[in-house]
Every structure is written in structure tokens, then in C-alpha cells.
């Protein structure tokens, strides 16, 4: 029976499935303003082994590694026998290791169930049109949306007469002008038509997102933005309700019709269950090899952790002021700059803070605006060029029109055609790297901050920058010189740029934020409100903003002058760290300054720099517990120290703020290695930027890309990235560590379903928290 709108019944069951379906995707940043997204986030609440067997059974998706690459790691039969006892594996040891277990059926949607039958097949596979024709469309929907998806997309499908000839299906287009005009109609009709029972409604809708993975992110990404504004949007809703008429259009045209496809279609549900175990059941058997890799990097690295260390090693004193203080980005990359500034000589000091400075700012000029703070939050504060007004200036209109043509499909051509030697002289300006360094404000501009149209108070400021210095752990002690260090990167012809810059800038570079609060902090009348708060800034202490350029390694300052000393140092610490990259970016030591800047300036180079691949583990401690060892660049680092936070405030905005920014970091690199073709945005070379920002496609068609090129994490030979979840160290009694992990579902989620490792630092290494419980070893044996 075809059902028709007028009998449809309301069924809040298939709705309420279909938005938990939603709920189950990630959203994914455009690319002016890409920051990494954990793409398995809006699962964490359910064990993330458990997520991997499901989405193994939905999609084929593989979140851990084979067993081959487990095999060829060197990981010891001891810890692989201690991880198979705790996980209740009785299998011996070398039955285990030899195992190559073989994914199970995968689900299949209808459209990829009649592409299996032969006597059903297409030149054009239907998986492939459907995903092609929905993908093209929302290409354009996204870029102007003038109305629901669904009805956007119904309305364009039902013009389509070519769809029926390129199928070779006469009456196609016919199935289409018999859909209801309904996203929710549509959802409850098909999923009673196709047969679907409630209990596996929401995995089907699941499937069918992951099939478009990719416009379903981006949904999910217009879902997120209207949550932190106090809105809603249907995105997510109606493209599902698009893929789904799909299939009912397939089943009615084809399915229902042919009963060899209606009788696998039956027989897959009816062993939806069991089917879903036995991914589980392989699930499991690949998380038991992660477990062991992990465990084997954490015996490593805090057989580190013991080695002695100075606990007096950092200045605490006026007596013992340092002669040079830099606060760096929690950012794995800064951990190799912070070594190499520190060796310079020992009295200078440096720390680790999240990169938007503690700052919930959102940086306009004219008509433009983007976030300079982490995607988890809503700006608060807006800043602005104080020579500038909000009305954009025609000048600076002209030329983001100019862009914005120059990087579309249908004009880029055309502009470069029409322009004639005028464009080719920019084109050799850029080839030859004859152009000066971006930079969001200019160099001496003021900025003002404003809270709702108002510029904020003197005492306002005061208590801003009051709260991060004492947040930093600058309230003790302050050098004469304090270096505020933002970092970005520098690369050509790259759409995903901005996934180099500063994360916790909104995928900015932290200049705007490093200026501003040089700004308020060097400003004598705040200075004076911070001093009545009881805190003195001596008059001889000036901070100055500066940029790390991650891809050269150059500190460039930004406004105020250094003392020729620590402008010396600076230049070594930047030849050294570019010396420590040199052998991962396949260049000598010795001509590694000249070819990092070359690789900037290289409109060719698809791996100008490896942004954070290999990152691993993040320390929450005092510097002084890391200054002695080498981390390799594979930790995040954040200044805490316990003895200053009674109330454990600042400890909680660290394991609720930068813990869960660097879970989204570690978990799309890794997602990126295990299902590249999923979670990975392909090959550069093939890249075509869709909507200006809205993403990539490979070649000119298929799903969005999403997550981090192949380039991005592989040399050519090897992976530059291995997968392991994010080790997170902290220096702080146990019971506070408890007391916030069960106070803050995001955390306990994370801990508890082992999404993120959380060890308490201690002087024998670490001692594990999960589940409620600390463990009653170290792990060291």
C-alpha cells in the first residue's frame, strides 16, 4: 500500500527517532573558520566502544586501527595480557595476537541494496546519484537558504526530468511529485512503508546520515550555532527527511516490486539485532589492542614523570624575578618552542595557556565578524578597529566582493580573463612570495571592547585581565618584559588554513586576542583599577603581543620593543625548534630556516607544516613538573598549580574548557587516520572549495569532505599521526579531580566511557581515574 498524507497518522516515535538520529552527528566549522571537531562528540555519552561497534555495523566505519597495525607497534605480551584480563578476555594470549577478525555484513541502505542486485544495475550506481544529487544540491541550498531543505530540494527534484534518462527508470520523476510536501510527513510515512520497527528507527536514520556525513555535518553545524544564539534550526531534520524520500522513492520504483530486494530488505531487519552484535563483538576485540597501545605509551611516558625533578626551579620571588617571561598556547607545537626559548638561558620563564587568553571576544570590522574563542562558546564581547566604525568601509567592501569572485566556480575564470596582466602581476607577487605577512588589525591600531554596543569601563577591563593573569599564575611574580604569544600559521593556496591557526581562537590566529590584552594590561588608568583590586603591576613590567608562525617558527612582535637580549634569544629558540622539525619535514638541519620559509611562500607545498599530528597527552601541572623533559611536540600543556586554587575554580575551567578542546583535537586526528575516507577531506590536490567556505569536494562531486587532509597526516611513506586517546595528566588531589568529573556530565562522559584517559600526576607517574574509582597502581610494573 502507498500511503498518502491524508491517512498518515502523527507518530512522535519516528520524529523523536529521527531527531536522536540528528543528535548522533557532529558539526563541522566552515572553513574561515575550521577548528577540529571530535566527530564521534555527539556520541559521548555511550562507551566509545560501544559507538565503534554500532558505527562499524551502520556504515563500515572503523574508529580503531587493524590488528596488523596493532602487530607491527612492538606492544609487549605483558601489557596485552593485562589489558585482555581486565577487559574479561580469556582467549590465551597468542590466540589473541594471531587473530585477524573480519568485519561483519555491513547494514545496507535500500539504494545500496539494489545496487547489489544484477539484474537491477546501473552504469550510474544509485548509491552514487543519490548521494551526487543531494550533495550538488545542498552545495547551493547552503550557501543562500531561502527555505526548509526539504521543501527547497522537493521543489528542484520534481523539475529534474533528467533524472528518469540518466537511470534508464521511466516514472521516476513521477514517485517524486508523489511526496508529501512534509519533512515530518515524510519521515513517518516512509519509515512505515519501508517496514522500519521503532526500535531500530533511529539507526536506520542514522545510516542514512552517515551517508551524507559530510552536509549532515554541516546541518549539525548549523544546529550548534543556534543553540549558543538560544535558537533552533531544522537542518539536520530536513536533510534526513531528503535522503529518507529517497529510499521511499527507490523502494516504491523498485523495491516493494521486485521480491528478491523486498525479501533481503525484510531479512536484514529481522537481524538487526544480531547483525549490531557481532560489530560489537569486533568492536571489542580491536578496542583490547587499543587499550594495550595506550597503556604501553603511558608506561613510557611517566616512566618520565619520575625522573627527577627541581620543584624550585621556577622564580618565586622578587629576588629571583626572571629576566623574561612568554605565555604560549596550550598547543602540542608550543611545547617545542617553549624548550627551545627555555635553553636559551635559565631564568626565563615561560607558560602554557589556552590560546584565546581567557578572552570571549568576537573581533568586527564593518560587516565582518568572527569568533576569536573556542567553538564550545559563544562569544560575549565584541571587539573593533578604534578608527574604524561598524558601517564597513567602501574601500574594504570592494575588495571582499573582489575576493569572494576570484574564488567562485562561475567567476574565477572569467575574473582572471578579464583582468589580463593586472591579475598576473598579483599571481607573480604571491608565486614569488613578494607579499607582506596578513595581519587581522594593523600594526598600532587600538582596539575597543564592547559588551552590547557599549564600550566596556575601565573597571570592567581591570577585572578581565585581572582574572587572566591570575588564571596564567602571573599575580606572584612579572619580569620586566612579559611576551603574550598567540601563534598562526603561514600557507598558500590551502583552504583548510585556518585548521593550522589557533583552535581556541575559532580557527583564527590569537593576534587580535595577544593585542588586546597587552593593550589593557600596558593601559596605566587599568592598571591603577587592578592595583585597587590588589594586584600592583610594577612600572618598569611591559607585556608585549606577539605571533608564533607555527609553519616558519618566527616569534614576530607585534607592538612594543624587547630588549636586544631577549630579541636574541627569541632567534635561537626559533632556529632551534625549526631545527627539532627539520627531520620529520624531510629537510636538513642545516638549510632548515631557508626551506620552512620556503614551504610557506610555495603555492605548490601541500605539507607546509604538520599542525598538531601525533599529539598524545596533556599535562595539567606547573611548568617546573615538565621543564626537564623532552615531549616531542605530542602534549598540550597548561600551567596549574593546585596550591593557588582552594576552591579549585581555575581547575575546573581547565577540565571543562581546554580538556574537552583538546579531546575534539586528539579525536579528529585520529578519526582522520582510522576512516580517512570518512572523517579525512581526501587529497589536497583534487580539493574544490564548495560555497566559498562551506567545505571541500574531491574532484567535482560526491559528500562534503570533512576533517584533515591526507597530506596533513601523511608523509608519502608513513602515518604522521598514531591514533591513541588523550592521556590527560594533572597535578591536583584526587578527591578535587573527583569531586569536578562528577559534578560536569561532558567530563564524566568522557572519563567514564573512555573517551579520554584522566590520571592524577604523581611523583611514581599516574594513577588512573575511571568509573569512580582510582586505580591502585600506577601502571609502572
Not at 596 to 619: I, T
Request: net charge negative; hydrophobic share 40%.
Amino acid at each position: 500500500m502507498i500511503m498518502t498524507a491524508e491517512n498518515i497518522v502523527p507518530s512522535t516515535s519516528v520524529l523523536d527517532a529521527a531527531s536522536e538520529a540528528c543528535g548522533r552527528i557532529a558539526p563541522n566549522w566552515p572553513l574561515d573558520q575550521l577548528i577540529a571537531v571530535n566527530p564521534w562528540w555527539a556520541m559521548r555519552h555511550r562507551p566509545m566502544a560501544e559507538v565503534a561497534g554500532e558505527l562499524s555495523w551502520l556504515g563500515g566505519i572503523s574508529c580503531f586501527l587493524d590488528s596488523d597495525d596493532y602487530r607491527a607497534q612492538g606492544i609487549p605480551n605483558a601489557i596485552i595480557a593485562e589489558v585482555l584480563a581486565e577487559q574479561g578476555v580469556h582467549n590465551p594470549i597468542d590466540q589473541f595476537v594471531a587473530a585477524n577478525p573480519v568485519r561483519p555484513a555491513v547494514w545496507q541502505n535500500l539504494d545500496q541494496m539494489l545496487d547489489g542486485h544484477r539484474d537491477l544495475t546501473r552504469q550510474i550506481s544509485w548509491r552514487d546519484e543519490v548521494q551526487h544529487q543531494l550533495s550538488q544540491f545542498a552545495g547551493r541550498y547552503f550557501v543562500d537558504q531561502q527555505s526548509d531543505f526539504y521543501q527547497a530540494w522537493l521543489k528542484q527534484v520534481r523539475k529534474d526530468r533528467g533524472l528518469s534518462i540518466l537511470m534508464a527508470e521511466p516514472g521516476l520523476t513521477r514517485q517524486f511529485d508523489a511526496l508529501p510536501d512534509s519533512a515530518d510527513t515524510l519521515l513517518i510515512m516512509a519509515m512505515e512503508e519501508l517496514l522500519v520497527p521503532p526500535q531500530q528507527q533511529a539507526a536506520y536514520a542514522h545510516a542514512l546520515l552517515l551517508s551524507l556525513n559530510g552536509w549532515a555535518s554541516t546541518a549539525a553545524y548549523r544546529s550548534w550555532q543556534a543553540g549558543l544564539n538560544g535558537t533552533s534550526d531544522s537542518s539536520s531534520m530536513e536533510l534526513l527527511a531528503a535522503r529518507l524520500a529517497w529510499e521511499l522513492v527507490l523502494w516504491r520504483q523498485l523495491g516493494q516490486k521486485k521480491t528478491s530486494v523486498a525479501a533481503d530488505w525484510k531479512r536484514q531487519i529481522d537481524n538487526a539485532k544480531n547483525q549490531r552484535a557481532a560489530h560489537l563483538a569486533y568492536a571489542e576485540h580491536l578496542h583490547c589492542w587499543q587499550l594495550a597501545i595506550e597503556r604501553f605509551f603511558q608506561q613510557g611516558l611517566q616512566s618520565k614523570f619520575i625522573e627527577p625533578w627541581n620543584k624550585d626551579s621556577e622564580p618565586t620571588t622578587d629576588a629571583s624575578a626572571p629576566s623574561l617571561q612568554a605565555v604560549f598556547c596550550i598547543d602540542t607545537r608550543s611545547e617545542v618552542m617553549r624548550r627551545a626559548l627555555e635553553i636559551q638561558d635559565p631564568t626565563i620563564q615561560t607558560f602554557g595557556f589556552a590560546g584565546f587568553f581567557g578572552l570571549p571576544i568576537a573581533y568586527h570590522s564593518g560587516a565582518y565578524q568572527r569568533p576569536q574563542l573556542p567553538g564550545l562558546l559563544a562569544p560575549q564581547l565584541a571587539v573593533t578597529d578604534a578608527d574604524k566604525q561598524y558601517q564597513e568601509p567602501t574601500a574594504a567592501s570592494l575588495t571582499s566582493r573582489w575576493l569572494a569572485l576570484a574564488k567562485s566556480p562561475n567567476g574565477g575564470f572569467s575574473l582572471v580573463e578579464s583582468s589580463g596582466l593586472a591579475y598576473g602581476l598579483g599571481l607573480l607577487r604571491n608565486t614569488f612570495g613578494w607579499r607582506s605577512s596578513a595581519s587581522a588589525v594593523k600594526p598600532g591600531n587600538r582596539l575597543h571592547l564592547h559588551r552590547d554596543g557599549q564600550i566596556l569601563s575601565t573597571v570592567e577591563q581591570a577585572e578581565l585581565a585581572l582574572g587572566v593573569l591570575k588564571a596564567i599564575g602571573l599575580d606572584k611574580v612579572l619580569a620586566s618584559q612579559v611576551l603574550l604569544v598567540g601563534h598562526g600559521s603561514d600557507c598558500q593556496n590551502n583552504p583548510h588554513a585556518a585548521g593550522l591557526d589557533c583552535g581556541a581562537c575559532g580557527g583564527q590566529t590569537g593576534e587580535v586576542n595577544v593585542r588586546l590584552l597587552a593593550q589593557m594590561l600596558n593601559d596605566s588608568h587599568i592598571r591603577q583599577a587592578i592595583s585597587d583590586k590588589g594586584l600592583t603591576i610594577p612600572e618598569t613590567c611591559i607585556f608585549i603581543p606577539a605571533l608564533h608562525n607555527t609553519t616558519t617558527d618566527e616569534i614576530r612582535i607585534l607592538a612594543g620593543e624587547l630588549s636586544a637580549q631577549a630579541q636574541q634569544w627569541i632567534a635561537m629558540a626559533s632556529i632551534g625548534c625549526t631545527k627539532e622539525r627539520s627531520y620529520n619535514l624531510g629537510i636538513s638541519k642545516e638549510s632548515a630556516v631557508r626551506a620552512v620559509a620556503r614551504r610557506a611562500k610555495d603555492w605548490s607545498q601541500v605539507r607546509p607544516e604538520w599542525g598538531l599530528a601525533n599529539n598524545a597527552c596533556f599535562v595539567v601541572a606547573a611548568r617546573a613538573r615538565t621543564r626537564h623533559l623532552d615531549l616531542a611536540g605530542r602534549s598540550f600543556l597548561h600551567d596549574y598549580q593546585w596550591q593557588d586554587d582552594p576552591s579549585f575554580a581555575l581547575l575546573t575551567q581547565i577540565l571543562t574548557a581546554p580538556m574537552l578542546v583538546t579531546n575534539w583535537i586528539n579525536m579528529q586526528y585520529n578519526a582522520s587516520v582510522t576512516e580517512p575516507h570518512l572523517y579525512g577531506s581526501g587529497n589536497k590536490t583534487l580539493h574544490n572549495v564548495v560555497g566559498g567556505n562551506l567545505g571541500v569536494f574531491e574532484g567535482n562531486g560526491g559528500d562534503l569532505r570533512i576533517g584533515l587532509p591526507y597530506q596533513s597526516i601523511h608523509d608519502g611513506q608513513k602515518w604522521m599521526h598514531q591514533p591513541l586517546r588523550l592521556s590527560v595528566y594533572v597535578d591536583a588531589p584526587k578527591q578535587a579531580i573527583a569531586e569536578i568529573v562528577a559534578a560536569h556530565d561532558d567530563v564524566r562522559w568522557l572519563v567514564d566511557n573512555q573517551w579520554l584517559y584522566l590520571l592524577q600526576l604523581t611523583d611514581a607517574g599516574g594513577c588512573r581515574y575511571f568509573e569512580g574509582q582510582w586505580a591502585k597502581t600506577n601502571n609502572l610494573d
